[in-house]
């Protein structure tokens, strides 16, 4: 598939306004010209990018209800969440917060941030040394692609007792990870189909708490 139809494609199923989808080509371009120097997605991706990477995560918008901050861990890209800073650009009081360690992935950030002028405030941290120093409430936590779904609780932990719920995009390796984590965790937890790939998930988390003995 080339690129433009693959562009075409993703932009019949996403649920974005015209002046989304201009900000999410500068996005793109941003990307592919900082991707010759950068390696910021996998190269077998680049074709694929809107529907691999922009529809992945835009999936997300439809269920973030009335959340207006947003923390993404392990931002990478941005991959879900600039696309949803992108995407919630005009509705008062959204914010996302990306936590990316990698310098260089994180510089590329606040440049799309900048062009798009999305509300993303860029965090260049480990993402354990984030969530120690957060002053705030945050009303939701999302990752992509960064660790298995026990891993992803006990970087939560201390944003889920407050409140905040949870949407981590898995692949098929979900029903295992989340067997794993019930261990030791007592979990509220819905498992939602991935609308770009038939055997991922979403993992849509509204409450989850250790067990008194761990």
């Known amino acids: 598939m080339t690129p433009d ?15 989304t989808v201009g900000d999410l080509d500068l996005y793109v371009e941003a990307l592919q010209r900082w991707q010759k120097i950068k390696n910021l997605v996998a190269p077998s991706t680049l074709s694929q990018i809107w529907s691999r990477h922009i ?3 835009a999936q997300l918008l439809p269920l973030l209800g009335d959340a207006r901050t947003v923390v993404d861990f392990g931002s990478g890209a941005g991959f879900p ?4 800073a ?14 990316e360690s990698n310098g260089r992935k994180a510089s590329f950030l606040r440049e799309v941030a900048r062009i798009t002028h999305a509300p993303a405030t860029v ?17 939701l936590v ?9 891993e992803l609780l006990d970087y939560s932990a201390e ?4 409140g905040a719920r949870a949407l981590f995009l898995k692949g098929q390796d979900v029903e295992q990870e989340l067997t794993q984590a019930t261990k030791y965790w007592n ?8 609308l770009t790939d038939s055997a991922g998930r979403i993992v849509s988390i509204n409450t989850a708490t250790k067990h008194p003995d761990e």
């Open 5 to 19: 139809l693959d562009r075409q494609e993703a932009l019949q199923s996403l649920p974005v306004s015209r002046e």
């Open 187 to 194: 979990i509220q937890a819905q498992l939602i189909p991935s």
């Open 86 to 99: 992108i995407a919630n650009k005009a509705v008062p009081g959204f914010r996302v917060h990306l936590v």
């Open 123 to 139: 965090h260049a941290m480990r993402i354990e040394d984030f969530v120690s120093n957060w002053q705030g409430r945050a009303d």
């Open 55 to 57: 529809a992945d995560s």
């Open 81 to 84: 969440g600039m696309v949803l």
């Open 159 to 162: 944003l889920l007792k407050t």
């Open 142 to 150: 999302t990752a992509r692609a960064l660790a298995s779904l026990p």
